[in-house]
C-alpha cells in the first residue's frame, strides 16, 4: 500500500536550531517525493520536490530509498518558517498525490 | 492571476442532504484535483478531472462525485452526506501536460454536516 508517515504531530525548536522534519514512505516502485508547506492563513504550496534537487528557502530533501525517508531539513531555523509541513508522494505517471498528516513546525524566539 | 478560487467558503448541512462545491482553476490551467481534508489530517485524494472526464479517483464512495467544465472549472457534489464527511474540500489545479506534481491549490470549503 501507497503510505505516507509524518511521525511528529509538532516541532518545536528555538531560531537558529537546525530543524529535521521526518517524512517515510512506503511504496513499491519509484515514487516521487515532494514537501508542501501552509504558513499562517495561507493556503497549501510545493515548497520543493526531490528530482528538482534544490534549495528553497534555506530548506533541502534527500531521497533515501534504503531507508525510505524523504526528511526536510534546514541548518538554521527562522521563525518565519513556522508552518505546517506536508510530505506527498506520487506513484508512477499519476496526478494523484498521496500526503502524509502533518506536522507543525514553531519557531520560538 | 486570482490563483484557484473556491466557493462557497463555509457551509452547513444536514445529515442526508446534497452539497455541491464549485472551483476555479488556476489561469491557464487545465486539470483540477479535489482533496478531502479531515481536522488534524493530510489531504486525502478523491478524484482529478481533465478534458471533462474523470481520469482517476481515490478510495471514496459514489457519493461523491464530479464535474468540469469547457472553461476547466470543475464541480464536487456529495449525495446523502455523513457526519463524517465534515471536512475542508480542497481544490488543486495544474497543468496535465507538465506533469511536475506540483498543484496549486485554493483556500478550501469548509463543510460542516449536523
Known amino acids: 500500500a501507497q503510505r505516507v508517515t509524518q511521525p511528529e504531530k509538532l516541532l518545536s525548536v528555538f531560531k537558529g536550531a537546525p530543524v529535521e522534519l521526518k517524512c517515510n514512505y512506503s511504496?513499491?516502485?519509484?515514487?516521487?517525493l515532494f514537501w508542501y508547506v501552509q504558513y499562517s492563513r495561507q493556503r497549501l504550496q510545493l515548497l520543493l520536490r526531490h528530482i528538482s534537487r534544490e534549495s528553497i528557502k534555506g530548506f533541502t530533501a534527500d531521497l533515501n530509498k534504503g531507508e525510505t525517508s524523504f526528511h526536510l531539513k534546514k541548518p538554521f531555523a527562522q521563525e518565519e518558517d513556522s508552518a505546517m509541513y506536508y510530505c506527498a508522494l506520487r506513484g508512477g505517471n499519476t496526478g494523484k498525490l498521496i500526503f502524509g498528516q502533518g506536522t507543525t513546525l514553531q519557531v520560538k524566539p | 492571476d486570482a490563483g484557484v478560487t473556491q466557493s462557497p467558503t463555509h457551509l452547513i448541512k444536514t445529515r442526508g442532504q446534497q452539497v455541491t462545491l464549485r472551483c476555479s482553476p488556476k489561469s491557464g490551467h487545465d486539470t483540477v484535483s479535489w482533496y478531502q481534508q479531515a481536522l488534524g489530517q493530510g489531504p486525502q485524494f478523491i478524484f482529478q478531472?481533465?478534458?471533462?472526464?474523470?481520469?482517476q479517483r481515490g478510495n471514496f464512495p459514489d457519493r461523491f462525485s464530479g464535474h468540469q467544465f469547457p472553461n476547466y472549472s470543475s464541480e464536487l457534489n456529495v449525495n446523502a452526506l455523513l457526519l463524517g464527511d465534515s471536512a475542508l474540500y480542497l481544490c488543486?489545479?495544474?497543468?496535465?501536460?507538465?506533469?511536475?506534481?506540483?498543484?496549486?491549490f485554493g483556500e478550501g470549503s469548509r463543510l460542516t454536516v449536523l
Open positions: 488543486a489545479s495544474s497543468f496535465m501536460t507538465e506533469n511536475t506534481g506540483e498543484l496549486f
Open positions: 478531472y481533465y478534458e471533462e472526464e474523470e481520469r
Open positions: 511504496y513499491s516502485g519509484s515514487p516521487e
